[in-house]
């Protein structure tokens, strides 16, 4: 029965955040937007990041299949991304202009699927300890796009987030000082995601354990 309905409710929250991304296409479509510019947003990809890890672990509670170190680093990512992005949204870009942005949307992508990722990774426990590694393997997608944001925001001038242009936050050396505090929240958030899933791998293997400590 709790599979059952972790399986339904991962690919709700899946088919609710792919609606809202395709539902922004459709806007930007029609407000003549570049497609390109609406997949540079963070929100966007990493929310096509969590439908993923949603219903690829949907399909595995279905199979069977047991969890894997490497798919709980994938989870993790996800994790990270997720809820560095509620984070961010919820205090950073409180009132910031968001253009085409449904409020819908802005509810499922900042909100909803966020909590819901931090949630479903304590309901369905790692069950694997947690190399250094995976904290700089989870920091690798915002260090690129990050310089894909400010290369490209150069070169056509657009800039996904106000604190990524300099014209918005006193020069380079804003964008420089946002981006290093970004990069820290970052890695906290890396950080606490890891010792969460170390801590709940330990009390799993001990719970293991104790019967065979009983006999």
Known sequence: MKTALLVAVRLALAAASVAGVVT???????????LVSVFSYFTILSNLSASTV????????????????GWEVARGASVVYLAFVGLVFNTLLTGADLGELVP?????????VPAA?????????PR????????????IVPAVYTAYSLVRGALVGFYPYPFSNPARVGGYGGV???????????LVLAV??????NAMARRTAARADAPRAAC
């Open 176 to 186: 420089a000082l946002y981006c290093a505090a970004l990069l820290v929240g970052f």
């Open 24 to 34: 922004q296409v459709v806007l930007s479509i029609r407000a003549d937007f570049s």
């Open 117 to 125: 990722v931090v949630l479903d990774w304590f309901v369905d426990r």
């Open 54 to 69: 949603f219903v690829v672990g949907a399909v595995r509670l279905v199979r069977g299949v047991p969890s894997s170190r």
């Open 192 to 197: 606490l995601v890891r010792a969460s899933a």
């Open 128 to 139: 694997h300890r947690q190399p250094v590694s995976m904290i700089w393997a989870a920091a």
């Open 104 to 112: 819908w949307v802005n509810v499922v992508h900042h909100m909803v």
